[in-house]
């Protein structure tokens, strides 16, 4: 949270006209995946020139930097503004526009009530007046409807990448990023080679786990050795044994048998906590891309290493404990 402090004389006041100096507070989000810093300093001089115009005394300016619009409790810029409300700290709370307030609905509606209880007006620089009820629930319902029609166009184009044997994520263990342009100039996503180094790695540790080394004594064996992991730390088990129902780990990773596997999990909000969740999709939802060229371990290492994860993972008896 930065803060501003006026020097100004603040004054009570309703949360109607423009007359007289009112006591106002500023606040200013940006998320990194669709702004940048610089976002923040535009909404803090026009939230600046606003106030002046209007005759108010700005003083406080609370920021969020890089976090989304559709968290809550996560945001400390917004939480700060909230207990000043509830201090009774400020008459008017302004931002740039509602989004930046919040993306969320059931939020929007939540900081409009806690303000108006408190006898606090919101006012967006972009309305240029203060914000009602209805107005803020027809906004943040257009602005939550942006918010999932961008995520439906971001996952459906990362299928339409896995499809076509491109790589929709990040850059796994045992592999670069090969670097090709379209006819326009454009850098093809997703493109990936072999890193021959690390492969010698990944097909080591399928034959040591086939033989019968535990995910724990592998990656012992690899510091040992002094193996750079993953982004280059030290190996720990857990990147080696993953999950298996998730994909996860070097264990389980289907590329390193030529296939792109996209959109095992799906992830939902939980209300009560802001953490998001992730749950397993069904098989069907499931999109393969067919990548030959990016095979690491044979399919007998493969199906060896899955036979054993099979063995492993049945319960014991009464009579082998």
């Known amino acids: 949270m930065t803060s501003f402090r006026s020097t100004l004389p603040a004054s009570p006041c309703d949360s109607g006209g423009t007359t007289e100096l009112k006591r106002t507070a500023l606040y200013a989000?940006?998320?990194?995946?669709?702004?940048?810093?610089?976002?923040?300093?535009t909404q803090i001089d026009l939230g600046k020139e606003f106030a002046a115009k209007q005759g108010w005394s700005l003083l406080d300016i609370f920021i969020d930097a890089g976090i989304s619009g559709a968290s809550y409790?996560?945001?400390?810029?917004?939480?700060?503004?909230?207990?000043?409300a509830r201090r009774g700290a400020y008459d008017i709370?302004?931002?740039?526009?509602?989004?930046?307030?919040?993306?969320?609905?059931?939020?929007?509606?939540?900081?409009?009530?806690?303000?108006?209880?408190?006898?606090?007006?919101?006012?967006?620089?972009?309305?240029?007046?203060?914000?009602?009820?209805?107005?803020?629930?027809?906004?943040?319902?257009?602005?939550?409807?942006?918010?999932e029609q961008v995520r439906y166009r971001t996952r459906e184009g990362m299928k339409s990448v896995a499809k076509n044997g491109r790589?929709?994520?990040?850059?796994?263990y045992g592999y670069r990023v090969r670097r090709e342009y379209d006819e326009t100039g454009s850098p093809v996503r997703g493109l990936r080679s072999i890193d021959e180094e690390e492969a010698k790695t990944i097909v080591w540790i399928f034959q040591?786990?086939?033989?019968?080394?535990?995910?724990?004594?592998?990656?012992?064996?690899?510091?040992?050795?002094?193996?750079?992991?993953p982004r280059g730390n030290i190996w720990q088990a857990t990147a080696i044994r993953g999950h298996r129902n998730r994909g996860t780990g070097i264990l389980n990773n289907e590329m390193y048998v030529g296939r792109i596997i996209f959109n095992r999990q799906a992830y939902r909000k939980n209300p009560s906590t802001e953490r998001r969740v992730s749950r397993i999709n069904d098989s069907e939802s499931l999109i393969v891309g067919e990548v030959p060229a990016l095979r690491i371990v044979t399919d007998d290492l493969w199906q060896?290493?899955?036979?054993?994860?099979?063995k492993l993972s049945k319960p014991k008896t009464a009579a082998a404990r």
């Not at 790589?167 to 796994?172: D, K, S």
């Not at 060896?304 to 099979?310: E, G, H, P, S, V």
């Open 93 to 147: 709370l302004l931002c740039l526009t509602l989004d930046r307030l919040s993306r969320d609905l059931e939020h929007s509606a939540r900081i409009l009530k806690l303000l108006q209880f408190h006898d606090i007006a919101l006012w967006t620089v972009h309305g240029g007046s203060a914000v009602s009820s209805m107005e803020l629930g027809l906004r943040a319902v257009l602005s939550q409807e942006v918010l």
């Open 29 to 41: 989000r940006y998320s990194t995946d669709q702004q940048n810093p610089a976002s923040i300093e």
């Open 304 to 310: 060896r290493a899955k036979n054993r994860q099979r």
């Open 167 to 172: 790589v929709p994520g990040g850059l796994c």
């Open 208 to 229: 040591r786990f086939v033989d019968g080394a535990s995910p724990n004594e592998i990656a012992a064996e690899l510091n040992h050795l002094g193996t750079p992991g």
């Open 73 to 84: 409790e996560t945001r400390p810029g917004l939480q700060s503004a909230l207990s000043g």
